[in-house]
DNA sequence: AAATTATTTGACCGTTTGGTCAGGATCAAC
DNA sequence: GTTGATCCTGACCAAACGGTCAAATAATTT
C-alpha cells in the first residue's frame, strides 16, 4: 500500500537498466552458446558481444548455467508456440501447411535460438531432458491423437503421427541449423525470403501429395 | 626390395600398437567431440575416455585440432556412400527408398559420426567450409540432375531437388542427432531395430505418397 | 643380450577459464 | 545536495586448459 509501482512480492521490481542489460547479456549468450555450445562459451566472450565486463554479466547472472538455462527457457515458448495451434477442428492440409509455414519462419527469424536447441538436445539434453520427458511429451502426445483423429475420418493417409511430427521438425530446423551447409550446396551467400517461400512450397508439396506423380500410373 | 613389410614411402609403416591405439583415440575422440564439440572438448577427457594418459595422447597427435580433423575426415565417405549410390537408371521410388533406408541405418550404427557433423555444421563448419563447398556441392549437384531427370521424364513429381535431398537428410540425421528429444517425447528409452523399421516405412510413406489419400476425394 | 627404436608417463609451464571482491561511479529519492 | 541503493570495473584467485619434456619402460632389430 505505500508503494505502488512496485510488484507485490518483497524484491520483485525490475529497473529499465536492469531489463535493458539482462535482454542485451541473454541476446549474446544466445549467440555465443549457439556457436560454441555450453562447453566451448566463455563468459569472456559473451561479455564482449554485448559489451560489457565480464564482472558486469556475473552481478546479473550469478553462473554461466544459470545464464545457460535462462536463454533455453526464454526461447521455450516461441518454439513451441505452433505445434500447440494445431486445431483438430480445422482442414488437415491446411493445419499442417500452416504449422510448416510457421516452422520455417521460426527458422528464418529466430535461427540461433533453434542452434541453442539443437547444440542442447545434441550434448545429450542435461538440461533440458526432464522438461522433454514431462511438458513436451505430454503436448506432442495430445497432439498426435489430433493427427491420428484426421487418419480415422480419412481425412489423411495411414502415417505414424509421431514420426510426421519429427519430420516436420527436422525438415523445418534443418535451415536454421545447418545453414553453412545448405548454402555451401547450393552456392549461395545466405538464404533470402523468397528462398524460404519456395522452400515452405517444396516441403508442403512432398509432404502433402508426395514424390509419386498422381492421378496416372 | 630390402624389405617386404614396410610401404614404399620412408616413414609409411604403422606398428601393430600404433594402429590400435590411433583407432582407440579417435573413437574416444568421436565421442567426446560429439558431446561437447571442439571447444567444449578437453584432451585429458578424450585420454580419460580412450584410457591412456594425455602425453600419450599428444603422441599420436600434436595438436587437439589434428585430432578433430582426423575425426572428420575419417567419418566423411561413410557419410556420403549412400548419396554416392543413387543410380540414374534404377527406379525412382526404389532408389530414394533405398537411399533413406541406407541414410537411416547409418543414424542407427554410427549416431556419434553423425552428431559430429551436426555440431561441425552447427558451430559454423569452421573446418569443413571448404569441402562443403566444393566436394559435396559438385556431388549434390550430380545427383540433383538425377532427380531432375526424373521428374522430366515424368517418373517424379515436380519438386525442388535440392529440397528433396535437404529433407531426406534432415529426416533421417534426426534419429541420430536428437536421439534425447525422440526418447523422451516417445517415452522410450532407446531406439530400437525395430522402430528403426517403423521410421523407415513411415519415411518413405510420407515422402513417396505423400499425406493426403490418393485414389478417392 | 646388447643396441636401437617405439611407446608411455609424471611433472611441469604458460595461458585461459569461471568466479570473487573491494571499491568507485551512477542513479533515484528526499 | 545528501543519502542509500543500484550499477560497474580493475585486480585478483584457484582451477582447468592445451601442450611440452626428460626420463622411464616396453618392443623390435641385430
Given amino acids: 500500500m505505500s ?3 512496485r510488484g507485490d512480492s518483497p524484491k520483485n521490481s525490475k529497473t529499465r537498466i536492469q531489463a ?3 535482454a542485451r ?3 549474446a549468450a544466445q549467440t555465443v552458446f549457439a556457436e560454441h555450445g555450453f562447453g ?3 563468459v569472456d566472450r559473451i561479455a564482449a ?3 560489457m565486463s565480464k564482472p558486469n554479466v556475473h552481478y546479473y547472472f550469478k553462473r554461466k548455467s544459470d545464464l545457460y538455462l535462462a536463454v533455453l527457457m526464454r526461447t521455450l515458448d516461441i518454439w513451441l508456440a505452433p505445434l500447440k495451434d494445431l486445431d483438430p477442428d480445422g482442414d488437415p492440409a491446411q493445419e499442417l501447411r500452416h504449422y510448416i509455414s510457421r516452422k520455417l519462419h521460426f527458422s528464418r527469424e529466430n535461427p540461433t535460438a533453434s542452434r541453442i536447441f539443437a547444440t542442447e538436445i545434441l550434448q545429450g539434453a ?3 531432458e526432464r522438461y522433454l520427458g514431462e511438458d513436451l511429451r505430454t503436448l506432442v502426445e495430445r497432439k498426435a491423437k489430433v493427427i491420428r483423429h484426421w487418419i480415422d475420418t480419412g481425412r489423411l493417409a495411414a502415417v505414424d503421427p509421431y514420426h510426421l511430427i519429427f519430420l516436420i521438425w527436422a525438415a523445418t530446423q534443418h535451415y536454421a541449423d545447418f545453414t553453412p551447409q545448405v548454402t555451401a550446396v ?3 551467400e545466405s538464404l533470402s525470403k523468397g528462398e524460404f517461400e519456395r522452400i515452405e512450397d517444396s516441403l508442403c508439396k512432398i509432404i502433402l501429395d508426395g514424390l509419386l506423380p498422381r492421378g496416372k500410373a
Fill in 40 to 42: 566451448g562459451a566463455t
Fill in 25 to 27: 547479456i541473454l541476446d
Fill in 3 to 5: 508503494n505502488p509501482r
Fill in 186 to 188: 547450393m552456392g549461395r
Fill in 20 to 22: 535493458r542489460n539482462e
Fill in 126 to 128: 542435461p538440461v533440458l
Fill in 49 to 51: 558481444r554485448a559489451k
